[in-house]
């Protein structure tokens, strides 16, 4: 059963964190979320909660007429794709560097400044667009086009450049093994450039519509957009459209990796047709305790009954493969992964490179200082996380990385 906390002036709170530790300002940010007037019966919190901007990340926000452009954030879309192969742990090649090098030459990632720009160090595998790639493109660009004739600055952002390419932060892509041994491709990232620009937008643009009201909101990022506005009704069309890019992002990815992986692995194989791909940073229309509202998942995923999704550890711990319980309660969610347990600057301050590769000895993957942010130690415990949600999701399938590609 989860945690209910009361709110005094806002909508209750039910928590599913038993046994994980949920820190003070995330509890902050819950109680002044769950006090704005249009949010819907109750917020639900996911095991890896931690704090986020304006709205805590692991949180599930219903509401009605209205929505929050930062609770949905910046990484629009922002989610998750897994297909399993035929491949078995034998047939991988027993060093792995040249596995992992392939894929970082395969996928462009790292942080990226500007149409063909690169940072010098971090843009890693630069490649023209293949054609599935502009054939993905061609889908999105009707939508993109109606976009930007309403915000013309928008033209001017990382979009087709973009399409197919990882980031940097915590995107990754893995190579896994499950508990039968079988190998698993899975990859982390989200709308990319594209749709940092349209969160960026619409954030400001609900900041500035509500100017006269910022002061009395607990904080200036939980500004939101009025059902029937303008903006609201155009900040929909943007994200739905950034949430289909993001999607089509990782197929993209996908093709590319599981490519890579067929010129290094010298047996013939295949994956399945059908990929887990699933969001976990977006808003869309759902219906909940016998109304239709709009529910945000701000690091959380879709977890309907019978309906699969993806829950990864940090790089050096388990991941799963999870079937939605379909929890009514929880607005049919679950977490989206393990949760950072202190912030990306805390971690480098903490932790030393020798501590990285004691934490990922067993996973072939970079052990340098730029992604010491990313050790394992800096984030929950998956097993504990899995554990408090429980009555959420049932799991499938239990992976263990050996190849990890960080951006």
């Not at 490179?353 to 072939?364: F, L, N, S, Y």
């Not at 050996?402 to 951006?407: E, F, Q, R, S």
Request: hydrophobic residues 40%.
């Amino acid at each position: 059963m989860p945690e209910v906390v009361a709110v005094a002036n806002g909508r209750p709170i039910r928590m599913w964190t038993e046994g994980v530790p949920v820190e003070a300002a995330a509890r902050e940010q819950l109680l002044n979320t769950a006090r704005l007037p249009f949010i819907f019966h109750h917020l639900a919190v996911m095991p890896d909660v931690h704090l986020g901007k304006g709205s805590t990340i692991g949180s599930v926000i219903p509401t009605r007429g209205a929505i929050i452009p930062a609770a949905v954030g910046v990484d629009i879309g922002c989610g998750m794709i897994a297909t399993r192969s035929t491949l078995n742990a034998a047939d991988l090649p027993d060093c792995l560097r040249g596995l992992r090098s392939a894929i970082e030459a395969a996928v462009p990632h790292g942080r990226t400044l500007g149409r063909g720009k690169r940072d010098e160090g971090s843009w890693q595998g630069s490649r023209l667009p293949p054609a599935a790639v502009d054939a993905l493109w061609a889908g999105l660009l009707p939508g993109f086009r109606r976009i930007v004739g309403k915000y013309p600055r928008l033209q001017d952002t990382n979009h087709h450049q973009h399409l197919g390419t990882l980031g940097s932060g915590n995107h990754f892509i893995e190579v896994c093994l499950d508990e039968a041994e079988r190998v698993w491709f899975m990859l982390h990232s989200g709308s990319r450039g594209v749709g940092n620009a349209i969160g960026s937008t619409f954030i400001a643009l609900a900041q500035a519509d509500m100017r006269q009201h910022l002061a009395s909101l607990p904080d200036r990022d939980l500004a939101y957009l009025e059902e029937g506005s303008r903006h609201f009704a155009d900040y929909l069309e943007a994200v739905g459209w950034a949430q289909e890019y993001a999607r089509c992002n990782r197929v993209a990815m996908m093709g590319q990796l599981v490519a890579a992986a067929r010129r290094v692995i010298g047996k013939p194989f295949s994956v399945d047709a059908e990929a887990v791909n699933c969001h976990h940073n977006y808003v869309q229309r759902e219906q909940h305790f016998g109304s239709e509202v709009f529910v945000t998942r701000k690091g959380a995923l879709s977890a309907r009954k019978g309906e699969l999704g993806i829950i990864p550890g940090s790089m050096g711990a388990r991941s799963y493969i999870v079937r939605g319980l379909g929890n009514a309660e929880a607005f049919s969610s679950c977490s989206h992964g393990a949760g950072r347990v202190m912030s990306r600057n805390e971690a480098r301050r903490r932790f030393t490179v020798a501590d990285q590769e004691r934490a990922t000895a067993h996973v072939e993957c970079r052990k340098d200082k730029a992604v010491i942010d990313e050790i394992p130690l800096a984030y929950k415990d998956i097993d504990a996380v899995m554990h408090a949600q429980r009555s959420l999701v049932e799991v499938v399938h239990t992976l263990h990385q050996v190849v990890c590609v960080k951006g």
